[in-house]
């Protein structure tokens, strides 16, 4: 499909009335919305007209350069290269960052249960590991500490009795947590 330019001028009159792209494309018959909003950024046109507002234009107004902060006496600037921006925050910004009083959590140290009764572990390696030994991992795979439970695992999985228990849970178990 080819813009004409009687095609153009109805896109106009039609954005100018407030229609919205969907509607546009209806109207016109052969385009999609997205051909329409593509067209009308291509245009440059103003932004849609909302019931009882004026027309506005996020691009016609040009944006003025921000103040540079002051710089020390003895600022040396880098040499042949393009001068920084410098970007400032806004009375309003700055305003709002100070009504508003943060409280950080508190760090809880983490405190293992003392009544969980756990099989005592062979403290495998990787290398240590068989078929018939439990691949349950135990502590932070980044410490020294680290290892497999490596107790006789069960005939149709890779973790012993209670790992497969926590592993594997019932479904209704499951969709209480």
Same mark, same amino acid.
């Given at each position: 499909m080819?813009? *004409?330019?009687?095609? +153009?001028?109805?896109?106009?009159k039609?954005?100018s009335?407030?229609?919205?792209?969907?509607?546009?494309?209806?109207?016109?018959?052969? +385009?999609?919305?997205?051909?329409?909003?593509?067209?009308?950024?291509?245009?440059?046109?103003?932004?849609?007209?909302?019931?009882?507002?004026p027309? *506005?234009?996020?691009?016609?107004?040009?944006?003025r350069?921000?103040?540079p902060?002051?710089?020390?006496?003895?600022f040396?600037?880098? +040499?042949?290269?393009?001068p920084?921006?410098v970007?400032t925050?806004s009375?309003a910004a700055?305003?709002?960052?100070?009504?508003?009083g943060?409280?950080?959590?508190?760090?809880?140290d983490?405190?293992?249960?003392?009544?969980?009764?756990?099989?005592?572990?062979?403290?495998? *390696?990787?290398?240590e590991?068989?078929?018939?030994?439990?691949?349950?991992?135990v502590?932070?795979?980044?410490?020294?500490?680290?290892?497999?439970?490596?107790?006789?695992a069960?005939?149709?999985?890779?973790?012993?009795?209670?790992?497969?228990?926590?592993a594997?849970q019932?479904?209704?178990?499951?969709?209480?947590?």
């Open positions: 080819n813009w *004409t330019d009687e095609r +153009v001028e109805k896109l106009k039609l954005w009335e407030g229609l919205s792209a969907s509607q546009i494309a209806a109207q016109l018959g052969g +385009v999609s919305r997205n051909a329409v909003i593509g067209k009308v950024h291509r245009l440059n046109l103003p932004g849609r007209v909302k019931a009882g507002g027309v *506005t234009s996020a691009r016609s107004a040009p944006k350069a921000a103040a902060a002051p710089r020390a006496t003895n040396v600037g880098r +040499v042949g290269t393009a920084a921006r970007l925050r009375n700055t305003a709002l960052q100070e009504d508003i943060i409280e950080t959590a508190e760090v809880l983490y405190v293992p249960s003392r009544n969980v009764v756990t099989p005592i572990s062979r403290r495998l *390696t990787l290398t590991l068989t078929e018939r030994t439990c691949k349950w991992p502590g932070d795979p980044l410490k020294d500490d680290f290892h497999f439970c490596g107790c006789e069960l005939e149709s999985s890779p973790y012993c009795k209670f790992h497969a228990k926590l594997y019932p479904v209704s178990e499951r969709r209480k947590a």
